[in-house]
């Protein structure tokens, strides 16, 4: 969910979109070593520490405790080489070489900024290519990760929905985003944490990749992997009702959930999936997924767009959801309100609130008890904010080329007046 991710402030060492003329080619040249390294052998990225352990036994014919170490040297210390895997006998280097790899995610090029932040293109195949950002703030670093390369539900408001949609990522391919964040951080899980959050807010929709984000989340809490607690890995969805039910049976992650309507008139208007589950039914799935979790909350994220759904009548519905939740859950603060402002990108028809209208927004909701922040908005200028991520997506819906005809048209529009 690109919409829900904190926003960001980079200067940019090269700037421009991402999809700038040359990018393709620079996709295809990256990626290349990506997809043609040995394809039969499994990419340890993908399993988790059972699924691992599980290839040692039975694949490799090796004690279980072994798939340990090898955890250890790929997301602690960055090593992708068996050889280098020193506490490894030769014999078993030489299995793993024979038998598994470790490739990560090629990146195409990064962003970096002098606060810290950082933003990578990431080559998945020849063809595609998506986005992930870290934020750092203080006393904390966030990494936003994607699940899919474009994104298929169309909300309108988001720039991924304008590329259409590609496919769903892998395990690897999610969690290679972290690794590739965590190796260039310096991060060192328990001794030296750099990367302290991961939100599955980039592009795709993570409930709709369900096996290959639960799988890759359950890396990030392990401790042979990222060792991160279950509250600061967030998964965020735009409300696949049975999935949201289906998490809450197999995992404890933090849920966000991204509404950013108070009614279902508006809500359908502005993210498609709440024809198929309106607000009702997606309210009712995050109570049950609370109740199986007692103590925690879920962030209702809530994009600010000037005169759609930024008015008085809009935060007082919201108010009443909110409270509504909170009461069904006998929890005060159940509910968090996250307003992001709406961050502009070419060819979108929404603008973002004033000022004002943010913050009387704000205070209508606090005035009704309803925990409220506002995201700060950075990086708009270089299409890096929330909403903001395109990546490269070699489109398998026609919504890309549409939305191309639609730009052409604007343009000849603007042109012409
Ligand atoms: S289209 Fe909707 S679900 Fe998909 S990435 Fe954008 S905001 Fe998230």
Not at 213 to 220: G, H, P
Not at 341 to 364: C, H, M, V, Y
């Amino acid at each position: 969910m690109t919409t829900q991710r904190d926003s960001i402030d980079i200067q940019l060492a090269e700037t421009g979109n991402t999809t700038a003329p040359g990018s393709a080619e620079r996709v295809a040249a990256a990626s290349a070593g990506n997809t043609a390294a040995g394809s039969d052998r499994k990419n340890l990225f993908d399993l988790d520490r059972v699924q691992l352990e599980d290839f040692f036994e039975e694949v490799l014919g090796e004690k279980r405790y072994r798939a340990h170490q090898v955890m250890k040297w790929i997301h602690h210390r960055y090593v992708t080489d068996f050889n280098d895997m020193t506490d490894l006998g030769k014999a078993l280097r030489g299995k793993l070489e024979q038998h598994a790899q470790v490739r990560a995610p090629m990146v195409i090029f990064d962003k970096p900024s002098t606060d810290g932040t950082h933003k990578w293109l990431l080559g998945m195949d020849p063809k595609n290519a998506i986005e992930a950002v870290f934020i750092p703030d203080k006393g904390r670093g966030t990494l936003c990760v994607s699940s899919q390369v474009g994104c298929a539900l169309n909300c309108q408001f988001c720039s991924t929905a304008t590329q259409g949609f590609n496919r769903n990522l892998s395990t690897a391919e999610i969690i290679g985003q972290v690794w590739v964040a965590a190796r260039h951080l310096g991060n060192v899980p328990h001794i030296q944490r750099k990367l302290t959050n991961v939100v599955m807010m980039g592009m795709g929709e993570p409930l709709a990749n369900f096996d290959n984000v639960v799988r890759a989340m359950s890396i990030m809490r392990d401790d042979l992997g990222y060792g991160l607690a279950n509250k600061r890995v967030t998964l965020s969805t735009a409300g696949m009702v049975p999935m949201i039910d289906k998490l809450g049976e197999v995992s404890d992650v933090s849920l966000a959930v991204s509404l950013h309507a108070p009614n279902d008139e508006l809500r359908t208007e502005l993210v498609p999936l709440n024809k198929k589950y309106p607000i009702a039914e997606l309210m009712a799935a995050c109570e049950r997924y609370v109740r199986r979790k007692p103590r925690s909350s879920i962030t209702f994220e809530y994009t600010l767009m000037k005169g759609v759904n930024d008015q008085p009548t809009h935060a007082r519905q919201l108010a009443r959801l909110m409270r509504q939740f909170d009461n069904a859950v006998q929890m005060k603060d159940a509910a968090k309100v996250n307003l992001i402002p709406f961050n502009p990108f070419p060819g979108t028809r929404f603008e973002r609130s004033e000022e004002s209208d943010i913050r009387a927004f704000q205070k209508l909701l606090l005035d009704s008890h309803v925990l409220t922040m506002v995201r700060r908005t950075r990086g708009d200028d270089i299409d890096a904010a929330c909403g903001q991520l395109k990546g490269q997506v070699m489109d398998r819906t026609r919504r890309q080329a549409e939305f191309r005809k639609h730009l052409a048209q604007q343009e000849a529009g603007d042109a012409a007046a």
